[in-house]
């Protein structure tokens, strides 16, 4: 993407979050359409996710499935712009909070929240800024645009109590910030970052790389974790579930730890499987010896 291309997606994002969410939607929805019908690689991808993880639904329900995946997917898309450019407080009007969000606040220890990949994760980061005071930070996927890796950081840093830490970088300065500032983390552990400080755990019963780095920082920081669940609404705008934290993890086994995190995350995933990100690789790391799955 050329840094032509990157300001007028921006400039786009900025002008459609002002239209009503109804048009909005519908304009999710049509880019969702797009890209099922254009993104042929990421659509194999989905569907190879679901048959692995959802075998007992025949080819047409998980062919359905992945369609109304890619109808959230467009949605997300379109509706960061409310994210990035929208005030604060037509966001807080848009954001329906549920649980103990503001266990954080109370928290003597720093606090890990555990968010997976849904369609609104968006959101859930900035309903951690909006509807709670503690600073948090999280580690993210620099962009190779530069005018798109401006903006992106400035739309999830404007709040003014959010830091960013590149996950090209060391994870020092991270761990360093959380000790001295007592800053909450907000960790994404689902995703497959190949073999290093990974493990095979199931997950939906697969053998997945999954890293064991959020038992192990909760037990080095002495954090307590908090799962956070967002879920994108029917008719606009979103819900973010703070769920109550968990007083035994970590444990003193870190794989254990693993497992149980990812158990917990498939349980969230068959509550919303259409607003789960299965366009992503999920298992393109494979324990030595087996096939790739893709």
């Known amino acids: 993407m050329s840094n032509f ?19 909005q939607s519908m304009l999710g929805t049509a880019v969702g359409a797009l890209a099922w019908r254009l993104a042929g690689n990421r659509r194999r991808v989905a569907l190879r996710n679901l048959s692995l993880c959802l075998p007992e639904l025949d080819a047409a329900a998980r062919e359905r499935l992945a369609r109304e995946q890619f109808r959230w997917l467009g949605r997300s898309l379109v509706e960061r712009g409310l994210l990035w450019f929208a005030p604060r407080e037509r966001l807080m009007s848009l954001i329906e909070v549920q649980g103990d ?24 980061a900035t309903a951690v800024q909006l509807f709670q005071s503690r600073r948090g930070a999280t580690i993210y996927q620099r ?10 950081r400035a739309g999830r840093e404007r709040f003014g109590n959010s830091l960013l830490f590149s996950r090209r970088d060391s994870a020092k300065p991270l761990i360093r910030a959380i000790r001295q500032q007592g800053l909450g983390f907000f960790n994404l552990p689902d995703m497959d970052f190949g073999r290093k400080e990974s493990e095979f755990v199931p997950f939906f019963g697969v053998p997945a790389a999954t890293i064991v780095a959020p038992a192990r920082m909760a037990r080095l920081l002495g954090m307590v974790v908090q799962p956070v669940v967002a879920e994108m609404k029917e008719g606009g ?28 995350i498939e349980a969230e995933v068959r509550r919303h499987p259409a607003q789960y990100l299965w366009v992503h690789k999920r298992f393109k790391t494979r324990p030595r010896g087996e096939p790739p799955l893709y």
């Open 143 to 152: 962009q190779s645009n530069p005018v798109f890796d401006a903006a992106m």
């Open 5 to 23: 291309v990157a300001r007028i997606a921006i400039g786009l994002l900025w002008l459609v979050q002002w239209l009503p969410l109804r048009l």
């Open 101 to 124: 969000v503001g266990f954080a606040e109370r928290s003597s220890a720093p606090v890990m929240w555990l968010v997976p990949h849904f369609m609104a994760l968006e959101a859930a």
């Open 237 to 264: 705008g979103w819900r973010v579930t703070f769920h109550e934290p968990w007083r035994d993890w970590p444990s003193d086994d870190a794989l254990a730890d693993t497992r149980r995190m990812n158990e917990w």
